[in-house]
């Protein structure tokens, strides 16, 4: 799609409308979709984004929501004890089983589970075998949080 393209147009009976009139909404949320390569019904087929990387706790990009990433990542091992000040964390298994650590209990997730880490919390993630987890978060959350180091992540999009 070229940027003064239309995404779609809506016929009805009777009657035209045009999603893109310029200056809409909808045009502005479709040139930022075109200049970031992110549409809103593009799928994702988390299968296949798994299948492009074999990278431990480096998470990917692998859709945008509003101002949240979501993200894939593989984990094994145990991470770092770290905190988000500002925001709560989703980890949502995908394939294993994922042991969030917690200074006061273990929280232990099993595919198609998921659990939220208020903020704050410190926490650690650990997986004795891979596991497959999609993570969501604000944009620009530092997978390290508070604590920074080696295991700290840039983000790429696959």
Known sequence: MEPSGRLHERESPGRRDDCMSVGSPSRKIALRAWQT???ADDVVDIDEKFELFLALWSPKLVARLNDYEVKLVRVEGEFVWHTHEDTDELFLVIDGQLTIQLRDRDVVLGPGQLFVVPRG???????????????LEPAGTVNTGDTGGELTAVVESI
């Open 121 to 135: 919390v410190e926490h650690c993630p650990r997986a004795d075998h891979e596991v497959k987890a999609l993570l």
């Open 37 to 39: 390569g992110w549409m």
